[in-house]
C-alpha cells in the first residue's frame, strides 16, 4: 500500500476533528469533499456565507461543520483565550477580535487550543511564515522542546535507498538560523516524525559537505558537533555524521568513505545543516526524481498544525489532513 493510504487508514480508524481556515480558496471545498467521502476526518471550515457561497459552490460539504467567524456563539470563548495566552504582548479583546476576523489561521489556532478541534491546515494561499507564525504564537511548543521545525515525508518512485524509498528530510521549512544544539535536537524529533509515520525505526544521518572530518571549516564543525549533542542527549538515536549524501544514502560509498558506521549507508531520515539545504534539497528531489514530498508538516508543536504549499493541488490538502489527524491520534 502507498504510504499516504497507510495514513489515510490510519486517519478512519480513530477520526479527528481538523479545521480548515482556507475558505477563500477553492481547493478547501475541493479538499472537504473528498475527506468528508472518504471518511477521512470530520473538518471544519471558517468562512462567511459569502465565502461558503462563493468559493464553495459545485461541492458537497454536507458533513461539513461551517464557523462563521463573525457570528460565532463560541467567539467571546476564543477572544478571552487569546487575551489571555497574549495579553502581555499587548494583545487586547478588541485586537483579539480584529486579528482573528481579518486571519483565520488565529481563529483555527484558538479553536485547537480550546478543544474544539484536533489541528488545523492552511497555507494553500497563505506564506509559510503567516501560516506558522499563529501556531507559533498561540500553541507553542511540547514541554521540553526549544524549537518547532519542519520536515517532508519524501515518496521516491522506484528507489531501494532509505526505507526502500521513504525518508524525512528535514528541517526544510522553519528554522532560518540553526546551530548544533538545535540541530540535535532538528534530528531527534525528525526520527521520532519517522517512527511514529512510517512505523519503521528511524536511521539519521546530519547531512554535511564533509563525511567525517574530510574538509575542515565552521560550516563542518557545527554538523560535527551537533552529531555529538545528539548522541549525549538522546542516548536511543541511531544518528551519525557529519555525512555527505552519498556516504548517508548508498552502501558501496558509506563503505568507503565512513565503514564503521551503522547509519551511513542506510540512512532514511535526513537532517540538512541549514534551512537553504533542505528547502533546496526536498524540492529537488521533489522534481527530478517525481518524488511524492508531503509537507511541511511541523514538529515540536504541542498540536498538530501543518502548512501545504501554495501550488498544492486537492489531493495535496487531503495527504495533509489525514497526516494532521494522525499526529493528533499521537
Ligand atoms: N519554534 C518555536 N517558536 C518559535 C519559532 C520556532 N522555530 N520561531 C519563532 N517562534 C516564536 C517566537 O519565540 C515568538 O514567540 P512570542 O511571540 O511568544 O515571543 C513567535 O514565535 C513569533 O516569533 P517571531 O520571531 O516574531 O516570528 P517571525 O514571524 O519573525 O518568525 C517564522 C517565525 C515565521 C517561522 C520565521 O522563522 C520564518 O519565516 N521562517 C521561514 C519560513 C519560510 O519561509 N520557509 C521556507 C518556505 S517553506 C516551503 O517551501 C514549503
Known sequence: MAFIDEIKARAKADKKTIVLP??????????????????IADIIIIGTPEEIAKNGAGY?????????????????????KFVELRGKKGVTPEIAQETMEKDYMYYACLMCKCGDADGAVSGACHSTGNTIRPALQLLKTKPGISSVSGFFLMEVPNCTLGEDGLFVFADCAVNT????????????????????????????????????GSAKHDDVTKVAEAVKLAKENYPDLVVDGELQLDAALVPEVAALKAPDS??????????????????????????????????PVLQGLSMPVNDLSRGCYADDIVGTVAI?????QG
Open 22 to 39: 482556507e475558505s477563500m480558496d477553492k481547493r478547501t471545498f475541493e479538499a472537504a469533499e473528498k475527506i468528508i467521502k472518504e471518511d
Open 60 to 80: 458537497d460539504i454536507s458533513g461539513a461543520t461551517i464557523i462563521d467567524p463573525f457570528n460565532d456563539p463560541n467567539k467571546q470563548k476564543y477572544i478571552d
Open 177 to 212: 538560523d540553526v546551530d548544533s544544539a538545535k540541530l540535535a535536537e532538528i534530528a531527534s524529533l525528525a526520527a521520532e516524525s519517522f517512527t511514529s509515520l512510517t512505523g519503521k525505526d528511524a536511521r539519521v544521518a546530519m547531512l554535511s559537505y564533509s563525511t567525517m
Open 262 to 295: 551503522k547509519v551511513a549507508g542506510h540512512a532514511n531520515t535526513l537532517v540538512f545543516p541549514s534551512l537553504e539545504a533542505g528547502n533546496i534539497g526536498y524540492k529537488l528531489v521533489q522534481r527530478l526524481a517525481n518524488a511524492g514530498a508531503y509537507g
Open 324 to 328: 494532521t489527524a494522525v499526529q493528533a
